[in-house]
């Protein structure tokens, strides 16, 4: 792997790279981690793992050891195939509903973590304790700030997010994403799978701007922070070309 932002190095190890997180006011530091194809897709054929490399997985051991807990969606989790991991795994579900016979509840060295709310059904909510430790953060919908806050008290100062998108939304939509490292995998993948994050557009475009720029076998490893500005206008559209006009596009 070589650095080619803020200075080129190489080579250079990915540990390096990633090493250093600031402080967030009140809560864990939380980083974002995902991948995503040069057209934008997350998945193919429903999973990360086609669109990912040595390189990639070099850096996501580099992230997953500087994390204190991994926070993730159910959806996720089942869509992945997680197992145990050497730092609590934090789940977040609104429903509860959990295959709590799985390795990761029963073969794990560390207890998990289910962040759930006050309507999940409290049989659910019950069964999942004797596997995981639960936090209610929330009546309906999951509270993030106050969970990541939880988790703070338990004394994880770091936490990892691995996603899905909808939980990745809502990170972005209660500004909770300190770090963004999106690794872009040098693969057209096309079909209708998502974007890092899913759901109604935020209120306000988040800009970020990048800490590094790191590449490995064509695959960029980017590391971006937030700027200080948001801003509620879109962006000024450009006019279309002749071309473009007389196509219809």
Do not use: K, W
């Not at 993730?72 to 295959?99: F, H, K, N």
């Not at 100062?157 to 998108?165: D, F, H, K, R």
């Not at 988040?206 to 590449?215: D, I, K, L, Y």
């Amino acid at each position: 792997m070589r650095q080619l932002l803020p200075h080129p190095v190489d080579p250079i190890d990915p540990v390096d790279v990633y090493a250093g997180l600031p402080a967030a006011d009140g809560r864990p530091a939380l980083r974002l981690n995902m991948i995503a194809s040069v057209d934008g897709a997350i998945t193919v054929g429903g999973v990360s793992g086609p669109l990912g490399g040595a390189g990639d997985h070099r850096v996501f051991t580099a992230l997953r050891s500087f994390a204190d807990a991994i926070l993730v969606a159910a959806g996720t989790v089942r869509a992945e195939g997680y197992g145990p991991a050497s730092v609590p795994l934090v789940i977040v579900t609104r429903s509860c509903q959990l295959d709590l016979d799985a390795p990761l509840f029963t073969e794990t060295p560390v207890r998990p973590v289910v962040v759930t709310v006050a309507t999940a059904p409290s049989e659910r909510r019950e069964r999942a304790a004797e596997v995981a430790d639960v936090l209610v953060a929330g009546e309906r919908d999951v509270d993030l700030p106050a969970a990541l806050c939880a988790l703070g008290r338990r004394g994880h100062a770091s936490v990892l997010a691995e996603g899905g998108p909808t939980l990745n939304a809502q990170l972005a939509r209660a500004d909770l994403i300190d770090e963004l490292c999106l690794t872009v995998s040098p693969v057209l993948a096309g079909g209708d799978a998502g974007r890092i994050l899913a759901g109604p557009p935020l209120p306000s475009t988040h800009r970020f701007a990048p800490v590094s720029v790191c590449e490995d076998d064509g695959f960029l490893f980017l590391r971006l922070r937030p700027a200080t500005e948001r801003t509620t206008d879109p962006a000024p559209s450009r006019p279309a070309s002749p071309a473009s006009r007389i196509a219809g596009l």
